[in-house]
């Protein structure tokens, strides 16, 4: 089945600087790859998402990149503020079934 | 304009009790889904359903066991409560077919078991 990865398992940045959580999966059918933000005491909520006939995905400060080849995909977030810090899942979905997610990267986005 | 509602935030019950955790959905989604999220472990999934009166197994299903009565309703039950099952537990529901994929999560369920 299908194992998803997820690192680092947190991060602390200084306000302004860039962020990059790194996730590797292991099923090449995988072709659906969600990121989720959960603030404190808050549900998990998508952020962005990427499906694997495209490479990169961008939205604002955020973009994810995918590398089918090497399975992993990657999220980016520019000129962190105070408001992204939070923990952050990726998963790996087939057309939108099993979804496996990874353990999560808890960010700290220091003023 | 909350679309998955878990019944409870938070719930404090006794090992050994019989408990319910209750989950709607208003979105008219077929798939629903039952997490345990815990400190360093991330999601695990618990059991899903694809459709009313179906249910399947996830990575931790067991001490729990589901009920999909009514497409919008999805319950948990934990049938004799153990405190290794303190957690928060979050609901789910994904469309079976369509391009929207994304989960839409439950406000979560943040169970005690003293």
């Known amino acids: 089945g299908e194992n998803v990865e997820q690192h680092p398992s947190t991060l602390s940045v200084q306000e302004g600087d860039s962020a990059v959580i790194k996730c590797t999966y292991s099923?090449?059918?995988?072709?659906?790859f969600p990121w989720y933000k959960q603030e404190l005491g808050k549900r998990p909520q998508l952020i962005i998402d990427i499906r694997s006939n495209v490479g990169e995905k961008k939205d604002q400060r955020i973009a994810v990149t995918l590398n089918k080849t090497a399975k992993h995909f990657s999220l980016h977030i520019t000129e962190t503020q105070p408001e992204d810090s939070a923990v952050y899942f990726c998963a790996a979905s087939t057309y939108g079934q099993n979804f496996v997610f990874g353990p999560g990267t808890r960010l700290s986005v220091l003023p | 304009d909350v679309k998955v509602t878990q019944s409870s935030r938070y719930l404090v019950k006794r090992t050994g009790e019989k408990v319910f955790l209750e989950c709607v959905q208003d979105m008219d989604h077929e798939n629903m889904f039952w997490y345990r999220q815990d400190p360093g472990l991330g999601l695990r999934l618990i059991y899903f359903s694809y459709d009313v009166k179906m249910k399947e197994k996830g990575d931790i299903p067991e001490g729990y066991s589901v009920s999909r009565e009514k497409k919008e309703r999805f319950s948990l039950i934990l049938e004799s409560a153990s405190t290794n099952q303190t957690s928060m537990y979050l609901c789910?529901?994904?469309?079976?077919?369509?391009?929207?994929?994304?989960?839409?999560f439950g406000s979560g369920t943040r169970l005690t078991v003293v």
């Open positions: 099923d090449s059918a995988s072709n659906y």
């Open positions: 789910a529901s994904t469309p079976l077919i369509g391009l929207n994929y994304g989960y839409t």
